[in-house]
């Protein structure tokens, strides 16, 4: 579970705002970075990638909580600056398909990123130490996406603090007591959180690893020239 | 639920809600969520979802799938629910009212007004590179799901993926996934030379509906 499903309103204002914060710095960074050439011709690729991880998506691992995204083999590809575009814009779309909150895009983004950002520097370390591909490809996506679930669990924790001040004014407001059941206040269990996120995530990371090895091996040997796609990507 | 379905009843459908303009619904879906954030109270919530739920209802729309879909983000509350301690009716009440309105109004904005409208909507929001790129993710989608659709057909005419031998199906699959990103990527290449032979200098034009 590297996305955080946690839709809008329950995540504290500040939290989300700082979501988008850093994406506003990112894409300072992009304008400077890129120049408007440069990015044109990288323009259909990162579109055609965000609409494979879109379509990915729809192939679920622990049905319905559980799917693919392949948004390390997006960074493997495109590269660390330009997947985290890539992965905005499907953000966006799926916002509207009610899948993950509209404020939580920007927060969305830097979790599935990071997974994309690990992915490309895990990949290409490992690539250069092991010769064998599918092993560097799965062990590349396991750790990224294991890192990347750890942020989501981090997200998610930063948040209940402020949730509590939330549950407090709502508790006493007064207008609903019938419904309230006891006086002890409520609290978030973020080990019973940790322990439900683990146990869904171990075989996802796995499946999600194999899949991405195998296809990163099968790009290699059909078309190897996309595997070093990224250099070119970086350095234009 | 595919994406293209979903464009489809966007396109096609004859709806009341169909005939809004796409700035109109998205200001009433950014009212709403800003209701969502602010309201703390699970009966306000609650009531805009009922009316929410009413107007799909009474409308000439996929209801039950709109309905769905919008429950979808539900599955991953019931696991933030399951971590709290002692938590009350009221407040579990607020969490799902949150999560369904928010969801229920989203979907039903993306079920009646298709993508290029709101894409269309949002240009003077967001950069137009923005706005490129997400137009063209959209059009990839159709482009890469006939080859899925293709490629699928292949695959269970040769033999479908089988539980019995996991790590076997998950090649299969998987082979067949990069065999998509690799027709994904020369798409890629041959759009942009056709952009680049229609003059493409950084801008797309869309045709109003």
Redesign the interface.
Known sequence: MSHI??????LP?WLWLSGYAVIAVY?VFFFFRFR?SS???K??????????M???M??EIIP??YHIN?AV?SGI?LGPALSV??I???N??L?????????VIGLNTIVVSIEAVLGYFGFKLLSSKIKNIFISAFLATFIALFISSWSTIGV?YSGTHDMDL??E???H?G??KE????K???????K??IL??MA?SAVGWT?ES??????VS??NK??PD?LSMKGSTETE | MKIVDIDYYAIYGNSWLHKISARKKLSTVFLILLTVILVSDYRIIGTIYFILLSIILFSRLPKFKIIALALYPLIFVSLFILSMKNISLAYMFLLIFKVITASTAFVTVIFTTSFIEIFKATEKFLPSFLVNVLFLTYRSIFILWTTLENLQLAMYIRGKPQLKRPIQSIKVISNALGFLIITAIEASENMYEGMRLRGYSGNLRYLRK
């Open positions: 499903h946690l839709p809008d309103g329950i204002v894409f408007k990015f044109n011709k323009f259909a690729l990162i579109g055609i990638l965000s609409a494979l879109l379509i990915t729809s192939i319905p909580i392949l083999l590809i575009l890539a905005f814009v499907v966006i779309i916002a509207f398909l009610g899948h993950g909150g509209f404020t998610v939330l549950v004014s709502h508790n407001s207008e609903h419904l309230i059941q006891h002890q206040p409520e609290s978030f269990d973020i019973k959180f439900l996120i869904f499946v194999l899949i991405t090895a195998f296809i099968y790009i059909v078309r996309i």
